[in-house]
């Protein structure tokens, strides 16, 4: 089957950067879309970036210019560069993409949404 697993998560100060991984493995024909979400303690899981199978990035906008988007298709990976992260970037990080994967020996591909089970990112002031 199928999943994704998130690392790199920690405890910083202010200022400083962290960068995220996200590993996706199993019987994976390609991915598309990945994405990372966070979750803030009490409050709703929100979009902070995306980036397209081509490379294509998008950022939320309390973000832009600290955080960078990137991926590795050969290595099924994407990162998320943190840097001059503040007190209120403190979440849950969680990876999602948009797999299409293979069922047996067979032509046929299906396509799913994945997430991964989130990583700790808390910044101290």
């Known amino acids: 089957q199928v999943q994704l697993v998130e690392s790199g998560g920690g405890l910083v100060q202010a200022g400083e950067s962290l960068r995220l991984s996200c590993a996706a493995s199993?019987?994976?024909?390609?991915?598309?879309?990945m994405t990372w979400h966070r979750q803030p303690l009490g409050k709703q899981r929100e979009l902070v970036a995306t980036?397209?199978?081509?490379?294509?990035?998008n950022y939320e906008d309390s973000v832009k210019g600290r955080f960078t988007i990137s991926r590795d298709n050969a290595r099924l990976m994407t990162y998320l560069q943190m840097n001059s992260l503040k007190p209120e970037d403190t979440a849950v990080y969680y990876c999602?993409?948009?797999?299409?994967?293979?069922?047996?020996?067979?032509?046929?591909?299906?396509?799913?949404?994945?997430w991964g089970q989130g990583t700790q990112v808390t910044v101290s002031s």
């Open positions: 999602n993409a948009e797999i299409d994967f293979t069922v047996g020996a067979s032509n046929h591909r299906w396509r799913a949404d994945y």
């Open positions: 199993g019987n994976i024909y390609s991915i598309n879309d």
């Open positions: 980036i397209s199978r081509g490379g294509r990035t």
